[in-house]
């Protein structure tokens, strides 16, 4: 199986080995990821605007996949930027990051608390949990204030993620915790540890993981997007 991920925004150095291997280590053996990373649109995707400035080098990456004979497609980012109009575009499966990580965390409790990076990206999730009718379980959308570019700090971001989640868990209800950004990498192990020794056993979801698996096995069973839901796009010209 062929598989692309898609890095929708243009920081340099987002794409290396330690990430890669992260994402892929739960594939099967004859499942080749490739990634590759578009080259218009803003450093990072934080607010509606830069989702709107990245998503057509994303849709145009979507459908150059297809032609290249990729079985299916991840749009690397929580926001699921552009992944609807791709749908439209392509005949093979496309996710993001917020729809796999989602239904899995629903599997496992009633109510999930969202943990993600800055303010301003709350807005754009709330608007991501409305659209799916995911608003009864949802129990908070909460922030660490860190900018998606400075989440290498793999220390400092754990414990404000363990901060927040215990927050969203005392607070809000929350009985399991999803990530809120696919740059997150690597330590949503290490959140859930943290959570199991301060007495609260509860999952805590990473959702770039989460996303190539539910893709790998869309592809295996043979399932794209429906057309009803997703009609392909009228062919007409540009003005």
Do not use: W
Request: include cysteine; charged fraction near 20%; proline fraction near 5%.
């Amino acid at each position: 199986m062929k598989l692309l991920d898609i890095v929708p925004v243009t920081a340099p150095g987002l794409i290396s080995p330690e990430m890669e291997n992260y994402i892929n280590k739960y594939l099967s053996e004859d499942t080749v990821m490739d990634i590759t990373q578009i080259k218009e649109g803003t450093l990072s995707i934080e607010c509606e605007y830069d989702e709107a400035m990245c998503a057509p080098d994303i849709i145009r990456h979507c459908i150059e996949a297809e032609k290249a004979g990729y079985e299916g497609v991840f749009i690397n980012c929580f926001g699921d930027p552009g992944v609807r109009a791709a749908r439209e575009c392509v005949n093979i499966p496309v996710y993001g990051g917020f729809e796999p990580v989602m239904h899995m965390a629903l599997g496992m409790a009633d109510k999930i608390g969202i943990v993600t990076v800055l303010p301003n990206v709350l807005p754009m999730i709330q608007g991501e949990i409305a659209k799916t009718h995911l608003t009864e379980r949802v129990a908070c959308v909460r922030s660490v204030d860190i900018p998606v570019l400075d989440l290498s700090n793999h220390d400092k971001l754990c414990r404000a993620l363990l901060e927040e989640s215990i927050r969203a868990i005392k607070e809000n209800g929350a009985q399991a915790i999803v990530l809120g950004c696919t740059a997150m990498v690597d330590v949503a192990e290490t959140v859930q540890a943290k959570l199991h020794e301060a007495g609260y056993i509860i999952p805590v979801l990473e959702a770039a993981q989460s996303a190539v698996m539910l893709l790998e096995l869309t592809v295996k069973m043979g399932l794209k997007q429906s057309r009803i839901t997703y009609m392909p796009v009228p062919q007409k010209g540009f003005a």
